[in-house]
């Protein structure tokens, strides 16, 4: 509802709710070649659960942040202290990032932290976004998004910054950068 909210009353955006999953959906698998840590609100749930095998060395982090993984600050740090937290067990050589919400592995930038907030939540929530794919795409890791759902914007950044990728294939599933229809364009980083 405060997405919605958020999205109508402003000028121009109006019908992006209904273009919003428009992004390239022609990813099904390819392959390719990076906080300051904040105090977690304990009295919510985890929205990042790690379960680390350590006869594999492979860790395979569930994001679990109803209703679709969006990336809030809260989200971005815990993920960012988790990916910290494998990376000094030096017994841990790969990370499999999936969801664990259905449909949907994360919707991306968590749109209600960019409206209406000050300059400075901004741009501490822009510098988190920046520390999330700094931290997977220069990790030790090797890392892989196994993309179960649809990835638009920020979900699809952050699966690019994996090593590798696979996505389910379901003609349902999006994966893509559409902010240029939410009127943001990304910043030089
Ligand atoms: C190595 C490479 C490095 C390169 C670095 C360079 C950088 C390149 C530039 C990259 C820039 C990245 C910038 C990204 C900007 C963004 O991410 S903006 C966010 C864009 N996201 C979207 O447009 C997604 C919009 N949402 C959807 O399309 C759908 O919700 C969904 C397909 C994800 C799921 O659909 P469905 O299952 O039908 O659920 P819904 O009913 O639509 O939604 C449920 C619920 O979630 C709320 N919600 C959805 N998305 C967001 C969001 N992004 N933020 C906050 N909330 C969201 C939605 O409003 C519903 O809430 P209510 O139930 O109505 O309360």
């Known amino acids: 509802m405060a997405l919605r909210a958020a999205l109508r009353s402003r000028s121009g955006l109006s019908g992006l709710l209904s273009q919003r999953s ?11 070649p990076l906080l300051v840590p904040q105090e977690r ?47 000094m067990d030096k ?19 968590d749109i209600t932290e960019m409206y209406g ?11 988190s976004v920046q520390e999330m794919w700094l931290k997977l795409y220069g990790s030790n890791m090797v890392t892989i998004a196994a993309i179960n759902g649809s990835s638009p914007a920020g979900g699809c950044l952050m ?6 990728r696979i996505m389910a294939d379901n003609p349902r599933y999006n994966i893509g950068l559409n902010e240029t229809q939410l009127g943001i364009v990304a910043p030089f980083w």
């Not at 699966?159 to 590798?164: E, H, R, S, V």
Request: glycine share 4%; net charge negative; proline share 6%.
């Open 41 to 87: 609100n304990y009295s919510t749930p985890p929205k990042i659960r790690v379960e680390f095998d350590q006869s594999t060395g492979v860790a395979v982090m569930h994001m679990q942040s109803p209703p679709v993984n969006s990336l809030s600050l809260d989200f971005l740090t815990e993920l960012c202290i988790s990916v910290e937290k494998l990376e």
């Open 159 to 164: 699966a690019m910054t994996c090593d590798y």
């Open 117 to 127: 907030k000050s300059p400075e939540h901004c741009g501490a929530f822009w510098r």
């Open 22 to 32: 428009s992004c390239s959906s022609d990813i099904r698998m390819c392959v390719s």
């Open 91 to 109: 017994s841990c050589r790969g990370l499999i990032i999936t969801s664990a919400q259905p449909k949907v592995f994360s919707a991306g930038l």
